[in-house]
C-alpha cells in the first residue's frame, strides 16, 4: 500500500495557519509578561510576605499545581458563566495561561529568593535599603538569574500547553491545523505541519528569552 502526502493541500491554507501561530505567539507573549509577575509578586509573599498572604497564596500554587491545564481552562470558560462573569474564547484562554504560568513560576522564583545569601540581605539594609529595594535590586536579580532557565522551561511548556485552548475555540495553531484537515481530510499533513511550527516557535522562543534574560532582567 502507497501513502502519498499532499503537503502543498496543507501549505495552500497558509493563512490559516498564519493566523493560527499569530495567535498563539499573542497567547504566549501576554501568559509570559502577566503570569510571570504574578509569580514573582506570589513567590515573595510565600517566601518573605506577611504570615497571612501566605496559606492564600500557597492554596493556589497548590490547587493549580495539582489540576489538569484543560481542567483550569474549562472552569474559567464554562464554569465562570454559572457566576455571571463570561468571558470571550481568548480571555479565558490568556487568563488561564496567566493563572497556570504564575502558580509554577511561584515555586521556581521562590528557590531563587530562598537561595539568596542572608549576609546579601544584611549588607543592603545596612545601607539604609527599605524593603522595596532590597528585595528589588538586590534579591530579584541574582534570584532570576539561578532559576532563569527552568523558567524559560516552564513558559515553553505553557506556550505549549496553548494547544488545548483550541478546544474552547480559541484561534490558535491547533486548532488551524484542525480545520484544515477538516476541509482537505489530510490530518498527518496539518499536523505534521503544526508540529514543525509548534518546533520552530519553542527553538526560537527559548533563544529570545536565553538572550533577552541577562541583558534586561537581571543584567549579566
Do not use: H
Request: aromatic share 10%.
Amino acid at each position: 500500500m502507497t501513502i502519498e502526502l499532499d503537503f502543498p493541500a496543507v501549505l495552500a491554507e497558509w493563512p490559516l495557519l498564519l493566523r493560527g501561530t499569530l495567535v498563539t505567539i499573542e497567547l504566549t507573549a501576554i501568559a509570559t509578561a502577566l503570569g510571570g509577575a504574578l509569580g514573582i509578586g506570589c513567590a515573595w509573599a510565600r517566601a518573605q510576605g506577611p504570615r497571612w498572604l501566605r496559606l492564600p497564596v500557597g492554596a493556589y500554587v497548590e490547587l493549580v499545581r495539582n489540576t489538569p491545564f484543560i481542567v483550569q481552562l474549562f472552569f474559567i470558560f464554562f464554569g465562570l458563566p454559572a457566576l455571571g462573569l463570561k468571558l470571550n474564547a481568548e480571555t479565558a484562554s490568556i487568563l488561564a495561561m496567566v493563572i497556570n504560568l504564575g502558580a509554577y513560576a511561584t515555586e521556581i522564583i521562590r528557590a531563587g529568593i530562598e537561595a539568596t545569601p542572608r549576609g546579601q540581605i544584611e549588607a543592603a539594609q545596612s545601607l539604609a535599603l527599605d524593603r522595596w529595594q532590597v528585595f528589588s535590586r538586590v534579591v530579584m536579580p541574582p534570584a532570576l538569574a539561578r532559576v532563569w532557565p527552568a523558567l524559560v522551561s516552564q513558559i515553553i511548556i505553557v506556550m505549549l500547553g496553548s494547544a488545548v485552548c483550541g478546544q474552547i475555540s480559541t484561534e490558535e495553531l491547533s486548532l488551524a491545523a484542525n480545520l484544515i484537515q477538516s476541509r482537505n481530510f489530510r490530518a498527518f499533513e496539518a499536523f505534521i505541519v503544526a508540529t514543525a511550527i509548534y518546533l520552530a516557535l519553542a527553538i526560537l522562543l527559548r533563544r529570545l528569552l536565553t538572550w533577552a534574560g541577562p541583558r534586561f532582567l537581571f543584567n549579566r
